[in-house]
Nanobody, 124 residues
Framework: QVQLVESGGGLVQAGGSLRLSCATSGTASSIYTMAWFRQAPGKEREFVAAINWNGGSTYYADSVKGRFTISRDNAKNTVYLQMNSLKPEDTAVYYC?????????????????WGQGTQVTVSS
């Protein structure tokens, strides 16, 4: 049984920064690809960033490229999302997700494991 638990969300002013964390437990070592998705009210869940098992490959949505950085510490079973230069349009619930396959996917329905989500609110 794999569990993902996000933390680090909150309220920040535009231009500010936050770092989200996703702690994994259970048979987390079998999760090769980790990702962050987000969902704003009335919108579909969208891909934000992904990282492969050793952190050697990272992928970003165009809307966050250059502002967000995904990383992982396998010794701590934790994935991070550093978010800088935040904008009001980044406001959403952010979800951590994991999948066993090494191939990265940008589709939410291809991730088997999900956290409960953490709210990020960026004020203008």
């Amino acid at each position: 049984q794999v569990q993902l638990v996000e933390s680090g969300g909150g309220l920040v002013q535009a231009g500010g920064s936050l770092r989200l964390s996703c702690a994994t437990s259970g048979t987390a070592s079998s999760i090769y690809t980790m990702a962050w998705f987000r969902q704003a009210p009335g919108k579909e869940r969208e891909f934000v960033a992904a990282i492969n098992w050793n952190g050697g490959s990272t992928y970003y949505a165009d809307s966050v490229k250059g502002r967000f950085t995904i990383s992982r510490d396998n010794a701590k079973n934790t994935v991070y999302l550093q978010m800088n230069s935040l904008k009001p349009e980044d406001t959403a619930v952010y979800y951590c997700a994991g999948r066993h396959f090494s191939a990265t996917s940008f589709r939410a329905n291809e991730y088997a494991y999900w956290g409960q989500g953490t709210q990020v609110t960026v004020s203008s």
